[in-house]
């Protein structure tokens, strides 16, 4: 979601510029400064960021030169009015002298203005079409990026399928392992004699079955392989069903090193964790 974008075009005597700064953010935040020529237009301006940004934290900033002509400016004679008792007031508390008075004035906040305050509306229209040239260059950087994301999803969600397919390579070892494990715990602490060969070959199958994790090695290879469509489909706006996915891939996961009782499966589980949380991270990018 990171990236920037610019766009400067001139109408008449006027020159806008308009600068959009984008960063990874999960809602959509905006930090908008403009001047007070365009404050009538505001809620449509933020309405055009929001359409065509969508998600991340913004700061859009908008300026407005005027070129050749003499600019023609107004003093607010109220506020300048307002300003002049207390400062008078202060003056004369502090002994300071009252020459300059009037240039300090002058240099208060609102004290002068132009004396125009809106656009015209052919030049609203005009200046939007600045604005979304701003923000489709912002998004053209937002595209470059998301390219070079995809491309390190796509190399994660690979990983661990590289790791399910070694754990599926261990799953036969591994039954024997802890079915021949057990008869070991067996035979040295009851003694093969003390127990009965055919109810021990019931009980294994049964606590095998428990631990079986065929189940889950079938979820997750759907599970990938849907994040992989959902990630190449056309939609715009898919990093919230994307981590939702990625959730889905940790629970089987999970499940699966809690079930494997085997430290060659616990390796590959480990492994697959790390490219998950790597995943996760990556998908906070994504809009």
Not at 155 to 165: V, Y
Not at 178 to 188: A, F, N, R, S, Y
Request: negative net charge; contains cysteine; proline residues 2%.
């Amino acid at each position: 979601m990171t990236g920037y974008g610019r766009a400067e075009k001139m109408i008449a005597d006027k020159s806008y510029l308009v600068e959009i700064r984008s960063l990874n953010g999960k809602q959509y935040d905006i930090r908008l400064t403009m001047p007070s020529l365009l404050k009538p237009y505001e809620f449509e301006i933020r309405n055009i960021l929001n359409e065509g940004l969508m998600r991340g934290s913004i700061e859009c900033v908008i300026t407005i030169s005027q070129n050749g002509s003499d600019k023609s400016v107004r003093v607010n004679k109220g506020v300048v009015k307002a300003y002049y008792k207390p400062i008078l007031e202060l003056s004369d508390e502090l002994g300071l002298s009252q020459e300059n008075i009037l240039s300090a004035l002058l240099r208060l906040p609102d004290v002068i203005s132009a004396s125009t305050e809106i656009i015209a509306e052919d030049e609203w229209n005009f200046f939007t079409g600045a604005l979304n040239d701003a923000i489709n260059d912002l998004n053209k950087h937002r595209k470059e990026e998301g390219k070079s994301m995809e491309d390190d999803l796509v190399a994660r969600i690979a990983n661990i399928e590289l790791q399910q397919a070694a754990v599926a390579t261990l799953e036969p070892q591994r039954r024997i392992k802890i079915k021949e494990g057990l008869q070991k715990v067996l035979d040295e602490n009851v003694g093969k004699e003390n127990y009965d060969p055919n109810r021990l070959e019931q009980e294994i199958i049964y606590y095998i079955e428990k631990i079986d994790i065929s189940e889950e090695q079938v979820r997750l290879k759907n599970h990938c392989e849907y994040f992989k469509d959902v990630l190449t489909d056309k939609t715009i706006v898919k990093g919230k069903k994307l981590s939702f996915i990625l959730q889905e891939i940790g629970r089987e996961i999970n499940t699966t090193g809690s079930k494997a009782y085997d430290s060659d499966v616990q390796k590959c589980v480990v492994l697959m964790k790390d490219e998950l949380e790597k995943a996760k991270e990556q998908i906070l990018n994504v809009l």
